[in-house]
C-alpha cells in the first residue's frame, strides 16, 4: 500500500508564491505517475497538474496554466505555485498510480490534503 503525505499549504498573499510538496513511501514501484488535485468548499474537486512516471510528461489545467508548474523526484512530487489568487484557494490532495493516468484517469492512491488559502 502507498502512502502519500503532503506538505506546504498555508495561508499567503494574493501574487505570492508557495511550493506543496508529497511525498509517497511504501509500495513496491521505484517510481509514480502522480497528479495534483484541488477542492474548494462547496465545489467539485478540480485537476490542477499531473505528470508521467518517468517525468517527461506533464499535464495542466486550464486555470493554471503559465502558473503553476509540476516537478517529480522519483517518489516526490512538487507544485511551484505562482501569483496565487484568492481563487486558488482549496484543499490541495496529492494522487499516485503505477499507471500514466493523466488528468483523467482514477488514482489509485491519495493524500490527506493540505490547505492553501489566498484571502481576498
Known amino acids: 500500500q502507498v502512502q502519500l503525505v503532503e506538505s506546504g499549504g498555508g495561508l499567503v498573499q494574493p501574487g505570492d508564491s508557495l511550493t506543496l510538496s508529497c511525498v509517497a513511501s511504501?509500495?513496491?514501484?521505484?517510481?509514480?505517475?502522480m497528479a495534483w488535485f484541488r477542492q474548494a468548499p462547496g465545489k467539485d474537486r478540480e485537476f490542477v497538474a499531473a505528470?508521467?512516471?518517468?517525468?517527461?510528461t506533464t499535464y495542466y489545467g486550464d486555470s493554471v496554466k503559465g502558473r503553476f508548474t509540476v516537478l517529480k523526484d522519483r517518489r516526490t512530487l512538487y507544485l511551484d505555485m505562482n501569483s496565487l489568487q484568492p481563487e486558488d484557494t482549496a484543499t490541495y490532495y496529492c494522487?499516485?498510480?503505477?499507471?500514466?493516468?493523466?488528468?483523467?484517469?482514477?488514482?489509485?492512491?491519495w493524500g490527506q490534503g493540505t490547505q492553501v488559502t489566498v484571502p481576498v
Open positions: 494522487a499516485a498510480d503505477e499507471m500514466n493516468l493523466g488528468p483523467t484517469g482514477e488514482y489509485s492512491y
Open positions: 511504501g509500495g513496491t514501484s521505484s517510481s509514480y505517475a
Open positions: 505528470i508521467s512516471w518517468s517525468g517527461s
